[in-house]
């Protein structure tokens, strides 16, 4: 059974960075056939998604925070991870990562399944 | 940017009966939408794909159906571990940009 658990840190200064990586176990993320994505939620409010990366090593983020974001791939470690970059209060929330199943040859669609999330609080 | 709207914000409904939940997108996006439910401190669980497809687990009282711009999520004889929030999400674009919509909560009448 495929699972993903989410790690980094939990408080990051305004302006600086936010780093997160998700650990695939219960499968390869070199396998093919899916994208791995981040989705956030700021607390008591819905999801956004944020982008993914696949077996390629291409990479598709939201429009919105498209300047900002860098999803990379360690293959040696099953393991995919998130940049933000310049944040503020407004990226305060809960991130998650999440598996995208394949809709046709080059895209994908549905997320399943879920890491538990980890909420990244920014604050000085 | 395809936005998605949901109705009910809110929607009570008593232990058994039926609760329909809406979804509507602003362009269409053919069949290409999925329901999750969330409950309090957990990670979105999928339910349904391609607008009508439960996801393997998902019990039969959970129906999904539409195309287009309109959708709906019937649960048929509510459990007391169905009431949650629900998510609508469309994977339409290309290039993507995936968009949830804002959520409907379900709770006990």
């Known amino acids: 059974q495929l699972q993903l658990q989410e790690s980094g840190s939990g408080l990051v200064k305004p302006s600086q960075t936010l780093s997160l990586t998700c650990a695939v176990s219960?499968?390869?993320?070199?396998?093919?056939?899916?994208?791995w994505s981040w989705i956030r939620q700021p607390p008591g409010k819905g999801l956004e998604w944020i982008g993914y990366i696949y077996h390629s090593g291409s990479t598709y983020y939201n429009p919105s925070l498209k300047s900002r974001v860098t999803i990379s791939v360690d293959r040696s470690k099953n393991q995919f991870s998130l940049k933000l970059s310049s944040v503020t209060a407004a990226d305060t929330a809960v991130y998650y990562c999440?598996?995208?199943?394949?809709?046709?040859?080059?895209?994908?669609?549905?997320?399943?399944?879920w890491g538990q999330g980890t909420l990244v609080t920014v604050s000085s | 940017e395809i936005v998605m709207t949901q109705s009910p914000a809110t929607l009570s409904v008593s232990p058994g009966e039926r609760a329909t939940l809406s979804c509507r997108a602003s362009?269409?996006?053919?069949?290409?939408l999925a329901w999750y439910q969330q409950k309090p401190g957990q990670a979105p669980r999928l339910l349904i794909y391609g607008a009508s497809t439960r996801a393997t687990g998902i019990p039969a009282r959970f129906s999904g159906s539409g195309s287009g711009t309109e959708f709906t999520l019937t649960i048929s004889s509510l459990q007391s571990e169905d009431f949650a929030v629900y998510y609508c999400q469309q994977y339409n674009n290309w290039p993507p940009s995936y968009t949830f919509g804002q959520g409907t909560k379900l709770e006990i009448k």
């Open positions: 999440a598996r995208g199943a394949r809709k046709t040859m080059i895209t994908f669609g549905w997320f399943d399944p």
């Open positions: 219960g499968g390869s993320i070199s396998s093919g056939g899916y994208s």
């Open positions: 362009q269409s996006v053919s069949s290409n």
